[in-house]
């Protein structure tokens, strides 16, 4: 099993950049395909992006080209590097491993 905490969230700048960190602990944290959700308030919760245990991502297109997500499985630790932020951005992001989830950690974008 794995648990999972979510940090690197804030307030920062249109254009600007972020990086979500996801932290596993227990067992069996490389086995597992990673993704990254948000949601913003009153919406559904959104996919971002997902990554296999060897590493092939998949993005949302309203992502694809500014996310990136990785994961370094001897930290047991994910990632989702955010760049040219917009607007639009601006939710709670959580990180998914197997049937497990964080948190969340709240990123805002704006003046």
């Known amino acids: 099993q794995v648990r999972l905490v979510e940090s690197g969230g804030g307030l920062v700048q249109p254009g600007g950049s972020l990086r979500l960190s996801c932290a596993g602990a227990?067992?069996?944290?490389?086995?597992?395909?990673m993704a990254w959700y948000r949601q913003a308030p009153g919406k559904q919760r959104e996919f971002v992006a997902h990554?296999?245990?060897?590493?092939?991502?998949t993005y949302a297109d309203s992502v694809k080209g500014r996310f990136t997500i990785s994961r370094d499985n001897a930290k047991n630790t994910g990632y989702l590097q955010m760049n040219i932020l917009k607007s639009e951005d601006t939710a709670v992001y959580y990180c998914?491993?197997?049937?497990?989830w964080g948190q969340g950690t709240q990123v805002t974008v704006a003046s």
């Open positions: 227990g067992t069996n944290f490389e086995i597992y395909p």
């Open positions: 990554i296999t245990r060897a590493g092939t991502a």
């Open positions: 998914s491993v197997g049937l497990m």
